[in-house]
């Protein structure tokens, strides 16, 4: 029997989406726009870029953030070879399975845990993680519009929709645009760099306009 510990829901659990994938330049444009679309949609992003402590392995660090989150979003698209040492990079399948281990096998709340999991194309996953290919995957084409359709049409079926309406995809991607037209002027009054502008700051600038706007027409 669990104990009283272990029943403890994390501080918005509910509320908490989880993001794996490449954080380098080329991926920015697709990341971007999912930090954009979960503050838009009322949900709290996480990810391994929000803390710096060099006191917490990165591994614990990742494990505590998918415990602390009832969604998460796996993309899985950079299987590529990097172009420096010819390999390729594991992080993205390694952290889908701490997400899955820790839905299976995980206290009472982590097992109500939803796993988005994406791919730039239909099917193409099959050849290199074929132990998925009984969940679907879905396929975001690469691009802005296509990671803001996936994640909201999928979060759309995972929630009641007798208490939660949210926008559609199109809403959410002008509302998007609109932003990023915006935030030059926003990085001006906070005197920050946009072409500096890390995690922490973009995600901050996202939150302060959602809250300014919110109800924004489309």
């Known amino acids: 029997m669990p104990t009283i510990r272990n029943r403890k829901l994390p501080r918005d659990f509910r509320k908490n989406v989880f993001i794996n994938c490449p954080f380098d330049d080329d991926y920015l444009r697709l990341f971007r726009a999912i930090v954009f679309t979960v503050h838009v949609l009322g949900f709290n992003l996480r990810c391994a870029l929000e803390e710096s402590n060099a006191g917490n392995t990165r591994i614990d660090k990742i494990q505590n953030i998918i415990a602390a989150c009832k969604y998460s979003i796996h993309d899985l698209s950079r299987t590529q070879l990097d172009r420096v ?64 359709n996936v994640f909201r049409d999928w979060l759309m079926l995972e929630l009641d929709p007798d208490k939660v309406v949210i926008p559609s995809g199109t809403e959410i991607f002008n509302k998007f645009g609109r932003f990023k037209r915006a935030l030059p002027s926003i990085c001006e009054e906070l005197h920050w760099n946009p072409d500096r502008l890390g995690f922490a700051g973009y995600a901050y600038a996202v939150a302060s306009c959602v809250k300014a706007n919110p109800h924004e027409p489309s």
């Open 85 to 148: 040492n010819r390999l390729p990079r594991f992080n993205m399948p390694l952290e889908l399975g701490l997400d899955l281990g820790c839905k299976r096998f995980g206290r009472f709340h982590e097992r109500e845990k939803a796993i988005l999991i994406l791919d730039v194309q239909p099917y193409r996953y099959q050849r290199f993680i074929s132990d998925i290919s009984g969940q679907d995957v879905y396929a975001h084409g690469g691009t802005q519009s296509g990671v803001i």
